[in-house]
């Protein structure tokens, strides 16, 4: 585009100067013929031949030939003065013209020059953004290349982790297994101990009983030993508590139920008595140490 309007400025501007040089050069040729042909006519009078006539008559021709022939000069230069007036006009016109071409061919020259300049400095801007479009086109296959290659580094990543997991899994799943296993082997072995030790504790409870029980018969004959019977407390029974030291020394004696004449005779009968059998195993005296005893009189 740039070359083709540089051309035609070109161009335009050669036809213009060209058709001015062709004008001036034809006036100029004009002027030349002009002058060419007044001179013919001026000197034209005097290669005309003269009549052969009387003298007389001839000095009257020559005479009025000789005016004639003034005056046709005096027009001739007349036209040729107008004629060279008209020239100079046309001439100063074709001169207005030329320098009137010459200023809008420097103009179209300016701006074919500033047109140049704007469409270079376009064109290293065009040429700039190529290299930018090409570098950002380089770098977005160097991207893709780049993120396809971590893609797959990814995806044989992702594989790993996930052969991984399924192995760590496996192995949570046997240790789990194992440790279900080992969990259902301390069960077990805790259940079998506490069955042991519920039946140790049982067997034991049923010793204490066994032993408080005992000793509850102890207290019991030793009180009714102490106790005086009479005929009214036939058929009748009273509950005392009864507080026990380590010794056996009663500490507190209180009615808590039954016939108000029996349980005034025991609690004479336990005060009588002072120390009752208390047991020496520690977890017995614990469980009979507090304990309410029934008194009832045997009449056998």
């Not at 997991?165 to 805790?190: D, F, P």
């Not at 004959?221 to 102490?226: D, F, H, L, P």
């Amino acid at each position: 585009m740039k070359n083709n309007l540089t051309s035609y400025l070109g161009i335009s501007s050669g036809i213009h100067i060209a058709v001015l040089l062709v004008l001036l050069i034809i006036a100029t040729v004009q002027v030349a013929s002009d002058d060419e042909g007044s001179e013919q006519q001026l000197r034209a009078p005097e290669v005309v031949k003269q009549p052969q006539v009387p003298k007389p008559p001839l000095v009257q021709a020559v005479m009025i030939d000789q005016k004639q022939v003034m005056q046709h000069i005096a027009q001739i230069k007349q036209e040729r003065q107008q004629k060279a007036k008209n020239e100079q006009r046309r001439r100063s016109a074709l001169e207005q013209e030329l320098l009137r071409m010459k200023a809008k061919s420097e103009q179209e020259r300016k701006q074919l020059a500033q047109l140049k300049q704007r469409s270079s400095k376009r064109l290293n801007e065009l040429e700039l953004a190529e290299k930018k479009l090409q570098q950002v086109k380089q770098t977005e296959q160097t991207l893709k290349h780049q993120a396809e290659q971590d893609i797959q580094k990814q995806k044989r990543e992702l594989l790993r982790i996930k052969q991984e997991k399924a192995k760590l899994l496996e192995q949570q799943k046997q240790e789990q297994a194992a440790i279900a296993k080992q969990a259902a082997v301390e069960k077990n072995i805790q259940d079998a101990l506490k069955r042991e030790q519920q039946q140790a504790q049982k067997k034991k409870n049923q010793q204490t009983k066994d032993e408080i029980d005992r000793f509850k018969v102890m207290i019991q004959s030793k009180i009714e030993r102490n106790l005086t019977v009479q005929e009214d407390m036939r058929g009748k029974k009273c509950v005392i508590h009864l507080d026990l030291a380590e010794d056996g020394f009663v500490i507190n004696v209180k009615r808590v139920s039954g016939n108000m004449v029996l349980c005034r005779q025991a609690e004479a009968a336990v005060h009588k008595s002072k120390t009752l059998p208390v047991s020496s195993d520690p977890n017995v005296y614990q469980n009979m140490k507090s304990i309410n005893l029934i008194v009832q009189p045997n009449f056998n």
